[in-house]
């Protein structure tokens, strides 16, 4: 699994690999885990591509939740007619 994981170079988040030193480099949760921990909760955008239409959102990263009044850090798509459903956010420094 590491293998896995070291050759996609995915180290963006927790759910990716990790470090081992507890100070650094700061790191936060995928989209998916934040909203299932439901944190932010209050600056979710719930948007469903088939019915929603086009409409125009400011998406600010996790770094800027406190300065993001009104905007969304965090998209959850789900379509009406599935299941599943998907999430963005990202990260910004």
């Known amino acids: 699994l590491l293998t896995t994981l070291l050759s996609f170079n995915q180290s963006s988040c927790m759910m990716g690999i990790s470090y081992g030193d507890d ?21 979710y955008i ?5 019915t929603d239409g086009t409409e125009t959102k400011t998406l600010r990263g996790f770094a800027n939740y406190r300065d993001s009044a009104g905007d969304g850090v965090l998209v959850r798509m789900n379509p009406a007619t599935s299941s599943t459903q998907f999430f963005i956010h990202y990260n910004h420094q």
């Open 23 to 43: 100070e650094g480099p700061l790191m936060c949760f995928n989209a998916a885990k934040t909203f299932q921990l439901n944190w932010m909760s209050d600056r």
């Open 46 to 50: 719930n948007f469903n591509p088939l």
